[in-house]
């Protein structure tokens, strides 16, 4: 997402600097979270984009810059961490076990209707954890 400005201050999408926020409802007292994730859980996140193509933006906001380039390692080190508290009892983890053709441009209703019905069926899942 591009960022936005309002009045002088300029604001991320928030997933780059967390990109799966669990550790703030638990912090907030929380003793069990669930984390929907768009993608099966195996899926790990790749290296995003280098730093060259990242340049003309770095010189602008550097600090953005460098957690966008981390961002896949903080991704896939919190699902490790997932894992292991799902294990505990304290994470319930919602995932497709596939993608079903979707992205984030999809426009295909056959195949977003085919993720959603995936996802409703794992609220079922919810209904047991909490």
């Known amino acids: 997402c591009p960022p ?5 201050k300029t604001y991320f999408d928030g997933g780059i600097a967390e990109p799966v926020p ?3 409802a638990f912090e ?3 003793d069990k979270v669930v984390v929907a994730l768009t993608k099966p859980i195996d899926e790990l996140k790749k290296k995003g984009p280098d730093f060259s193509a990242l340049k003309s933006f770095n010189e602008q906001y550097p600090k953005v810059t460098e957690a966008m380039l981390k961002m896949h390692e903080k991704y896939n080190n919190s699902l490790s961490e997932l894992k292991e508290l ?4 304290k994470v319930l983890i919602v995932s497709p076990d596939d993608r079903c053709n979707v992205n984030t441009v999809t426009r295909n ?3 977003l209707n085919k ?7 794992d609220a079922e899942k919810i209904i047991k954890f909490i």
Not at 4 to 8: C, L, P, R, S, Y
């Open 4 to 8: 936005i400005k309002i009045g002088d």
């Open 22 to 24: 669990y550790k703030k």
């Open 115 to 121: 993720l959603y019905a995936k996802g409703f069926d």
């Open 109 to 111: 209703i056959q195949s």
């Open 28 to 30: 907030d007292g929380c």
């Open 86 to 89: 799902e294990k505990d009892g």
